[in-house]
């Protein structure tokens, strides 16, 4: 929920002459805090030419606060959630790869705005439209957008963000209202797809609006192709992931201590052993805390014994762990961020994988002081 990023020489150099992709040698360490201001862990991403070409060359590691190794090489969170950036050098932070705006402007433009602009208060988006899951609305953003935000989605768009096509459909609109700090409104901004509009841009049709209506930008600005185009493997988007990347087959093996014992005794159901592949196919531990696996040390997610606990206890049901899987953003466990967990996991795992993971976690039996 708080983070720090610091970059090496190299990676600020590329920072600033945007030369496209990170150089040989690039180093982009990201200190990560839960709402208290307390480490949680480190992250580090290491230009590392011929380690992983798929994925850019990328060495990925996750380190607890005391610098034990949770997760290293090329963990499959790290690169499905990234991967919708790869456009951008797996960066989501700023943009490396910065892409060229049209040298003209659509000379209808405005007049088209302001069609929209009508239609959207017809439709009453606020009241109407989906919001990003975890989001909600007054969500911490940052510039040139505001720093509270509310971002909708009409139908078209909604599916899309669920069911990840790879890019948004004919229609799809997305309305952002920019607040300012006192959460007084600044401006509405607008994102409409339309087939043949503009391909060689996503066929994305951009309008800023002030409150009251009145047209700032529309068409194709500079400003807000430039910006968006670092995502553009993700057809422009910043907020969610709508065309996530898979590692091709199951990951490489990382560099993981080995294990030294269980932080809890199972009473029935798959052994640890039966799970670690799963465990590291989805790249699991690198944001859970899970028993019998001393690799696993994040902590991200919830520890794996508080959901044990929630079932046994009969807070909740085996159904809500098989959501929590395969729709990990149905239900945000409280002081935990949204769109983090990958939302490819009903497809990646298979149904009896799935039905293993399962049985592991619901059997779980796991000392009092074991939750994170």
Not at 303 to 329: H, L
């Amino acid at each position: 929920m708080l983070l720090s990023t610091y970059l090496n020489p190299v990676a600020e150099e590329a920072m600033k002459n945007k030369p496209g992709v990170m150089p040989e040698g690039a180093i982009i360490v990201k200190e990560n805090y839960k709402p208290n201001k307390t480490l949680a862990a480190i992250t580090i991403m290491k230009k590392q030419p011929g380690f992983d070409a798929d994925h850019n060359d990328w060495f990925w590691a996750k380190y607890g606060p005391d610098g034990k190794v949770l997760a290293a090489g090329t963990p499959a969170g790290c690169i499905s959630c990234h991967g919708s950036v790869r456009s951008n050098d797996y960066i989501f932070t700023f943009p490396i790869a910065p892409i060229t705006p049209p040298e003209a402007s659509d000379t209808q433009a405005e007049a088209r705005a302001q069609t929209l602009w009508a239609s959207l208060q017809q439709a009453n988006y606020a009241d109407n439209w989906t919001t990003v899951p975890g989001k909600g609305t007054l969500y911490r953003g940052q510039g040139p957008h505001g720093m509270l935000l509310s971002t909708y989605l009409n139908p078209a768009a909604a599916k899309a963000m669920a069911e990840k096509p790879g890019s948004m459909p004919d229609g799809a609109i997305i309305v952002k209202e920019n607040y300012k700090p006192d959460k007084t409104l600044a401006a509405i901004t607008v994102m409409v797809k339309e087939n043949g509009y503009s391909p060689e841009y996503g066929d994305w049709f951009w309008v800023k609006y002030a409150p009251d209506g009145s047209v700032q930008a529309a068409g194709q600005p500079a400003g807000c192709i430039s910006c968006h185009g670092s995502v553009r493997s993700n057809d422009y988007i910043f907020t969610f992931p709508v065309a996530p990347i898979s590692p091709e087959g199951s990951p490489p093996p990382v560099a993981m201590p080995k294990s030294t014992g269980s932080m809890g005794e199972q009473v029935s159901g798959p052994s640890s052993d039966d799970v670690a592949t799963l465990v590291q196919k989805g790249g699991c531990g690198g944001c859970h805390m899970i028993p019998g696996i001393a690799s696993a040390q994040g902590t991200l997610g919830p520890s794996w014994c508080d959901v044990a606990k929630e079932v046994q206890s009969g807070e909740v049901d085996r159904s809500y762990v098989v959501e929590s899987i395969v729709n990990p953003n149905a239900v945000i466990a409280e002081g935990y961020p949204a769109n983090v967990m990958p939302q490819d996991f009903g497809h990646r795992f298979s149904n009896e994988e799935i039905e293993r993971l399962v049985d592991f976690i619901v059997n779980l039996s796991c000392p009092e002081d074991s939750s994170s």
